[in-house]
T-cell receptor, first 110, second 114 residues
Framework: QKEVEQNSGPLSVPEGAIASLNCTYS??????FFWYRQYSGKSPELIMS????GDKEDGRFTAQLNKASQYVSLLIRDSQPSDSATYLC??????????FGRGTSLIVHP | NAGVMQNPRHLVRRRGQEARLRCSPM?????VYWYRQLPEEGLKFMVY????????ESGMPKERFSAEFPKEGPSILRIQQVVRGDSAAYFC????????????FGPGTRLLVL
């Protein structure tokens, strides 16, 4: 049973701070890792993908992958109230089907 | 450049009725995935289809649920004899021909069974 674990939160951070979201996975053969953002009542929106160990930066977002420790994280710098959403971690192994975590709720308060 | 389209966006059915959910993938995408999301839960994979083929239906209940992706027209997820437990958001995602890496989601269909 492939599992992807996320702290459900809510994670509350002040505006302008760094929000750190974490995700661990059980399948050592996992190859692709994704972060989706989902606003309440909306569909998931892909914000980052990462495939190799290390950091990948895109604007205010940085994804970090450590395959040895089986975790992937998402950092959001200069957090804004508009970043308040649920962040879903998804992990894909040898099959075409990603496994999603339950998501972490992020609240950025002014 | 239209994204993934789903309709209806909201669907209300009484117990025992049939629900039909439609998904049109992004232009140029030939891979379609259906997911179900219950409140406070993550996305659960149901079925993966290519044109005229079901590739993986390991996440779909064996009874009452079926899916198709015909040569022409949208993909359809069909739920027969709906029960209250079927109430959920159903999302469709699509990916391009040459890679299955990135999935793009449609707006979802919110099914409510009374």
């Amino acid at each position: 049973q492939k599992e992807v674990e996320q702290n459900s939160g809510p994670l509350s951070v002040p505006e302008g701070a760094i929000a750190s979201l974490n995700c661990t996975y059980s399948d050592r053969g996992s190859q692709s890792f994704f972060w989706y953002r989902q606003y309440s009542g909306k569909s998931p929106e892909l914000i980052m993908s990462i495939y190799s160990n290390g950091d990948k930066e895109d604007g205010r977002f940085t994804a970090q992958l450590n395959k040895a420790s089986q975790y992937v994280s998402l950092l959001i710098r200069d957090s804004q109230p508009s970043d308040s959403a649920t962040y879903l971690c998804a992990v894909r192994g040898g099959s075409y089907i990603p496994t999603f975590g339950r998501g972490t709720s992020l609240i950025v308060h002014p | 450049n239209a994204g993934v389209m789903q309709n209806p966006r909201h669907l209300v059915r009484r117990r025992g009725q049939e629900a039909r959910l439609r998904c049109s993938p992004m232009k140029g995408h030939s891979h379609v995935y259906w997911y179900r999301q219950l409140p406070e839960e993550g996305l659960k994979f149901m079925v993966y289809l290519q044109k005229e083929n079901i590739i993986d239906e390991s996440g779909m209940p064996k009874e009452r649920f079926s899916a198709e992706f015909p040569k022409e027209g949208p993909s359809i997820l069909r739920i027969q004899q709906v029960v209250r437990g079927d109430s959920a958001a159903y999302f469709c995602a699509s990916s391009p021909i040459h890679t299955q890496e990135t999935q793009y989601f449609g707006p979802g269909t919110r099914l409510l069974v009374l």
